[in-house]
């Protein structure tokens, strides 16, 4: 690989909120024995805001206005209905803990991103035309955190992100809500923001069949290269370590093929769907059965429509291309982690920032809904075949068990074996600061 090659490849993926995460068995370990039984954790996150209305939970006998054209269906769990656009998840129910009271109380895209994957509400002032880049003062990324008390392999990451976490309406780095924050930049994720069904999607972490140890200490020599480049990168406090953990990926076997989905089966790839969402999702096993601790598979932007974010044309978007494309690939994932007896360690989590709007405009679509919305966990412990929660008759307000996201990060840690409310300490500062303050979610385990 040629040198303009190798940075255009590798230098957002090492270094541009990309470090490897390592094991970090510290005095401030929030481990705790007889916590959850998860190992891993894929995160599928849709970008823009999911209407829980059109997917988990619709209310057939609201009025026109409200209901929308889908109907439900009858699933394989007596009592639990979904969309009539999500039949191959219905056949999966028994695996699926659906939370239908899910509150949010606010309805922007940064701030509510920042705080569902957090847990927190963010120290900067986020919104809509507020979106500042990520700080060393925000709160860390679930991911990163499970990362760096959770990861045992060295040498791979502890958190790959595919892609990375972006603000939804300017497609950049959402301030903080994706990274490693207070934690340090060492427990960023790695992140896959090219196409994983490109050959060269992560073209700078794939050695050929016929390397050998003299190739692969070249690739010290390549990204030595970035020392000359890297000016900014230099004034990280914590550079040395970001490039020591880059090297052991680059030249451990470990890393060798983890991000090329070329050794799967064709079928199995079909199975998933052709779909970037499909094979991102695939990409998504690949990594947790390779030792990596948390995945986020981030849908935006990976269709015709505006991603989740349907203020118009919401029914024609979801029933013709969002909604096809996670009851395959999502379904697929349940059922392969199952056959690879990888689903009761890997907590599975689908959601998104928050809900939209019972009530359908007048582009037929429907709106930012920061009052109640849907999410739903499968395996890692998680109990199948159930209902968490309810909204009113028209999936406005939660009316049973309402939780936020705070609840949300907490009974994610809680999966994964760690203590949610527990205090951590600041490296840099040397101050303690709490993870969260949520509550583990009463009913889904």
């Given at each position: 690989m040629d040198r303009r090659n190798f940075l255009q490849a590798g230098t957002t993926a090492l270094f541009s909120g990309a470090a490897m995460c390592g094991r970090a068995a510290n005095a401030d370990s929030p481990l705790q024995a007889g916590r959850g039984k998860a190992k891993h954790c894929i995160l599928v996150y849709l970008l823009g805001g999911p209407s829980h209305l059109d997917m988990w939970d619709l209310k057939p006998d609201a009025p026109s206005e409200f209901r929308g054209p889908f109907d439900p269906i009858s699933t394989r769990t007596v009592g639990i209905r979904l969309s009539e656009h999500l039949p191959k998840l219905s056949e999966q129910t028994e695996r699926l803990s659906i939370i239908r009271s899910l509150g949010y109380n606010?309805?922007?895209?940064p701030f509510m991103t920042y705080y569902t994957l957090t847990g927190r509400v963010s120290k900067q002032p986020l919104g809509a035309n507020t979106i500042l880049p990520p700080s060393r003062e925000d709160d860390p990324h679930m991911g990163c955190v499970i990362s760096k008390f959770k990861h045992q392999v060295p040498s791979i990451p502890g958190y790959v992100a595919i892609p990375e976490v972006q603000v939804r309406m300017t497609m950049t780095?959402?301030?903080g809500g994706g990274r490693a924050g207070f934690l340090g930049p060492e427990y960023n994720p790695l992140a896959i923001n090219g196409d994983p069904r490109e050959k060269d999607a992560v073209a700078a972490l794939s050695l050929p069949e016929s390397a050998d140890t003299g190739r692969r200490s070249g690739r010290r020599q390549l990204l030595a290269m970035l020392d000359g480049f890297g000016g900014g990168l230099?004034?990280?406090k914590d550079y040395e370590s970001v490039r020591r953990r880059a090297l052991d990926l680059t030249d451990s076997a470990d890393g060798e093929g983890l991000f090329s989905l070329e050794s799967e089966k064709p079928k199995l790839r079909d199975q998933y769907g052709r779909h970037r969402f499909g094979q991102s999702l695939l990409l998504a096993r690949r990594l947790i059965e390779r030792g990596v601790s948390f995945v986020g598979v981030h849908f935006n932007n990976m269709t015709k429509c505006d991603g989740w974010d349907t203020h118009?044309?919401?029914f024609n978007c979801l029933r013709n291309e969002l909604l096809p494309m996670v009851d395959q690939g999502l379904s697929s994932l349940l059922s392969d982690l199952s056959d690879r007896g990888l689903l009761d360690e890997t907590l599975v989590v689908c959601m998104g920032e928050f809900g939209r709007t019972p009530r359908i405009n007048k582009n037929a679509g429907r709106d930012h809904w920061g009052q109640c919305g849907s999410a739903v966990l499968a395996g890692g412990g998680v109990q199948g075949g159930n209902v968490v929660g309810a909204s009113n008759a028209n999936g406005a307000y939660p009316i049973e068990t309402a939780v936020g996201p705070p609840d949300m990060v907490a009974t994610i840690y809680h999966a994964l074996g760690l203590n949610p409310n527990?205090?951590?300490v600041d490296p840099r500062?040397?101050?303690?600061?709490q993870l969260g303050d949520g509550e583990?979610?009463?009913?889904?385990?």
């Open positions: 606010n309805g922007d895209h780095p959402i301030a230099n004034k990280l118009k044309d919401n527990a205090v951590v500062l040397n101050r303690t600061l583990v979610i009463p009913g889904v385990f």
